[in-house]
């Protein structure tokens, strides 16, 4: 995950840990394919004994434990009659992460040795060939660094959205040459990092083909960020110079350049490329849930910069628009949920 991104941390109301329900409906949702796919695609060789797990972008739980427990289900349903499998479980994720209530709230009963692996993952965090399922769940819409000159208020392709929008091509354009730069990376490290046999798991959201970004719920709901730190910035209350700058480390991709970037790249077979639908897939449209999912996900970033009070004020305008927006909002078109599996080459 960006460095400079991270999940708002604790286990208090405004956390992403109580505040994640939506992204570990998908994991759930997409149990019964996982465990398809881990029956008949995982080929290793038990030498040892001992599997190797990792969780890609953990951040605090509790959707990780949920992830890694299903691949260790899966996998001992698999090798039923390798009566002696222990389990080895990597937490991966930027150095900010909030390692200390991910450890914390642990899940008692686990049957899996634990240990934390702070740093990028768009580079190797584990020894080559010593991984043998990996996961990533709701983190590959990062970008490692926002282009200079999309944050440049002189330069021609500024960007005068706190995210990629959609509404400038010159803009998606250099957010997308980051994306596939970054997302090889990724890849390329975690190819080094399986074992042959391996398998890679991801699942979040994408955009389907055609659809801009602000023409999602989470377009808009930027947007709206976007427009109410311009408010407080008129009112002198953030620095507006600050502001021009200020750009979010994430773009969505459209589902066939994530296929694509993944055909490319070279070190993985796609087995598994699907749309997960599922009762809890869209956002519900309560103002109130929808200023602080994004609070917990993007607020961290904005207190940062703008500081606490300037967050407090920015999502107090956020949760305003929200509610004159809802008929906008309720017109948005849907996002995809979905489940990749890849066997390394």
């Known amino acids: 995950m960006s460095t400079s991104f991270t999940m ?17 409906a998908l994991v759930e949702a997409a149990k019964e394919k996982i465990n398809e796919a881990i ?8 030498t040892s004994n001992l ?5 890609f972008g953990c951040s605090s739980g509790p959707n990780t434990f949920t992830a890694v427990q299903t691949l260790i289900d899966a996998v001992e349903n698999k090798y039923k009659k390798e009566s002696n499998i222990e389990f080895q479980v990597f937490f991966n994720d930027s150095s900010n992460n909030d390692f200390n209530t991910l450890f914390k709230t642990l899940p008692p009963a686990r049957k899996y ?23 990533s769940s709701y983190s590959l819409h990062f970008v490692s660094k926002v282009p200079k000159e999309i944050k440049d208020r002189d330069s021609p392709v500024w960007n005068k959205d706190i995210h990629c929008s959609g509404s400038s091509k010159e803009v998606v354009k250099l957010y997308l040459g980051q994306y596939k730069i970054d997302v090889g990376s990724f890849l390329t490290a ?19 083909n055609g659809v801009q970004m602000f023409e999602t719920v989470e377009g808009m709901m930027i947007d709206f960020i976007g427009a109410s730190l311009n408010e407080i910035a008129n009112q002198g209350l953030i620095d507006q110079q600050k502001l021009d700058t200020f750009k979010l480390p994430i773009y969505a991709p459209q589902a066939d350049e994530l296929k694509q970037i993944i055909e490319d790249n070279g070190c993985f077979t796609i087995e598994v490329f699907e749309n997960i639908i599922h009762a809890k897939g869209e956002y519900p449209l309560d103002p109130e849930f929808l200023t602080v999912s994004f609070k917990v996900t993007v607020g961290g970033s904005v207190a940062s910069l703008f500081g606490q009070d300037g967050m407090e004020k920015t999502f107090e305008l956020v ?5 004159e927006m809802l008929p906008q909002i309720a017109k948005a078109k849907p996002g995809m949920q979905y489940l990749i599996v890849l066997r390394r080459n």
Not at 190 to 208: D, I, K, N, T
């Open 8 to 24: 708002i941390g604790g286990e208090g109301p405004n956390s992403y840990r109580d505040h994640s329900k939506y992204q570990g």
């Open 39 to 46: 029956s008949t695609k995982l080929d290793i060789d038990f």
């Open 51 to 55: 599997v190797n797990i990792a969780d």
């Open 113 to 135: 040795f634990a240990s934390g692996v702070p740093g990028s993952f768009f580079g190797r965090v584990l020894p080559r060939n010593s991984l043998h399922v990996g996961v």
């Open 190 to 208: 975690r190819a080094q990092e399986l074992v042959s046999g391996g398998l890679l798991l991801l699942l979040g959201s994408c955009r389907p």
């Open 319 to 323: 949760k305003e628009k929200t509610q």
